[in-house]
């Protein structure tokens, strides 16, 4: 029954693929004839030369053309070269792809490690002053603009601290330019955008876990449980929390593509070579193979991180069917 | 009274329910205004965002009478000033008002707040209406179109649509809501699949209805709480989108004040003056605040199922 359940998941799932980087194409393909800025205008290329040099990119096929065989190229493995600057597409993913995840796990984790604490904490003393004021503080990540929060954290920790001569934290970039690179360096420089974007997840997940939890201590077994003498700390953690953190699997599962484009804007703001970056900089340019390999790359994410999601909450949860 | 994946929680005062027993019985729709109306919170952050708007469409008034600066006058000599007088809220790099900036980019980002939310609507429940209505194969078609849109990461989207568009508030409205239809889609086929296998809708088929009048004098009137939810939960997460894509420079275009775009080089000029950076984040953080608030407060005032709890 899981089998099929997966397969069927796993067909719906290559129809979104293949969607989302068609919807994709489509609209780069709009901006096309714009493609090398400036180039119908440079005095020292005859037109055969911009001809030729726009059949090499092939941008002479149409686009659902380029489509068929940009696909057919993937799906070999082969995500073709930058129109850019030449070198392939996959190298430089690759080399954005850890950066991007050193951000993202850290800021994830962190979110994990927090938000359940927190979350269990709300329920527990649920009314109390704390249950409150971690309200008021999920409330206030919900409303808060990333980026205003990150140029805040720098205005502070980097322009004011420094200006003060007081310790402060690097503004940017994953480590110092100059003889940086340790590990105490890149812990550094991972701080401040870190802490950002995980002020989200904190906020999601603690509320989440919060209602998850009191909607689980209200249930029967858990009064059975009390009923038949068992310690409120194996009620709480043994029944309470284990059952409570089933739904937040399927909804960290969900955040698995914002691992790569959730964290653009923070990228952006603390100039994190990253992936979210990559993209944002390359479409910018025009550069469509780039922008198409990693649209492709987080696609995948997305869909493999909904499939995983499913049934990791299938197999967690008894109660689900697979249908 | 528990509320999954909600963001606050907000006891109804007993006074209304000790009230409701000893009413007559009432419409959902007075019940539901009364409930709303009971809750201070959302009542002061409803006002607060009327007020807001007021003050964005009345713009160039207070431009004239309160700040008495125009938004696109330069004071070069003026440049970087700290808040104080004249400068209620201080001067940018080129010495223009930030203040007056500030209520002119409330007109053009809450205005393409409200657009979008209407925009993305309309769209999906027109989707989520036919899908759910007649099942099968266009149900099947919408729906996997719904998730290729779900799917595609959508900063990626509204980055390429940017890029093609060159937007100015009507557009950009537009790009949003093309993202933000697909959730409205899904959420208004669940509803109607459900009210579909109520008695009153066999019932009303039975005496000859067509299949327009059922959509929509008997299926919309029942999906429009969930769509009043909707849209009063998706306003504060606009402007947040909004925001960054102006941020990026994707958005709303300089010399047109936005909340967002007038961070865009903030970090250039923070040695210059850090209170550039303060205020438009502070006015979206507390229009976003409160527009929460306020969808929170209409979600408990006109979701039923809540009652159940």
Known sequence: MIVKFIARRLLASVIVVLGVTAVTLTLMDRTRGAYVPGIDLNPALRPEDIARLRADLGLDQPFYQWYVTWLWNVLHGDFGRSMIDGSPVLTHILERLPNTLELTLTAVVLGILISIPLGVIGALRRGSKTDHALTVFSVAGFAVPQFWLGLMLILVFSVTFEHYGWPWLPSGGVTSPFGGGDIGDRLLHLIMPATVLSFFYLSLWSRFTRSSMLEVLSQDYIRTARAKGMSERRVVYLHGLRNALIPLVTLIGLELPGLVSGGLIVEVVFSWPGLGRLAFERALQYDYTTVMGVVFFVTLLVVAGNLLADVLYAVLDPRIRYS | ?309
């Open chain 2, 1 to 309: 009274m528990i509320d999954p994946g909600g963001i606050t929680q907000l006891d109804l005062p007993g006074a209304a329910i000790e009230g409701e027993a000893r009413r007559p019985a009432q419409s959902y729709w007075n019940e539901s205004w009364e409930r709303l109306r009971a809750n201070r919170i959302g009542v002061f952050c409803g006002a607060l965002i009327l007020i807001l708007a007021l003050i964005a469409i009345a713009a160039p008034v207070f431009s004239q009478f309160v700040t008495h600066f125009d938004p696109a006058r330069q004071h070069l000599s003026d440049n970087f000033r700290s808040p104080g007088h004249p400068y209620l809220l201080g001067t940018d790099e080129l010495g223009r008002d930030t203040l007056t900036r500030l209520i002119y980019g409330g007109r053009v980002t809450l205005g393409v707040a409200f657009l979008t939310v209407a925009l993305s609507l309309t769209l999906g429940t027109t989707v989520g209406l036919v899908a759910g209505y007649y099942g099968g194969w266009p149900d099947d078609i919408l729906m996997r179109v719904v998730d290729v849109f779900l799917a595609i990461p959508a900063i990626f989207l509204f980055i390429l649509m940017s890029i093609l568009f060159r937007p100015n508030a009507i557009t950009l409205a537009a790009i949003i809501a093309s993202v933000g239809w697909g959730g409205v889609a899904r959420l208004v086929r669940g509803e109607v699949l459900s009210v579909k296998q109520r008695d009153f809708i066999l019932a009303t088929r039975s005496i000859g209805a067509r299949d327009l009048r059922l959509i929509f004098r008997h299926l919309l009137p029942n999906v429009l709480p969930v769509l009043i939810v909707a849209a009063s939960l998706g306003v504060g997460q606009i402007i947040l989108i909004e925001a960054a894509l102006d941020f990026l420079g994707l958005g709303i275009q300089p010399p047109t004040a936005s909340w967002g775009n007038m961070l865009t080089n903030a970090e250039s000029y923070f040695f210059h003056s850090g209170w550039l950076v303060v205020f438009p984040g502070v006015t979206i953080f507390v229009t976003v605040l409160a527009s929460n608030l306020f969808g929170n407060a209409v979600r408990d005032a006109f979701d039923p199922r809540l009652k159940a709890h």
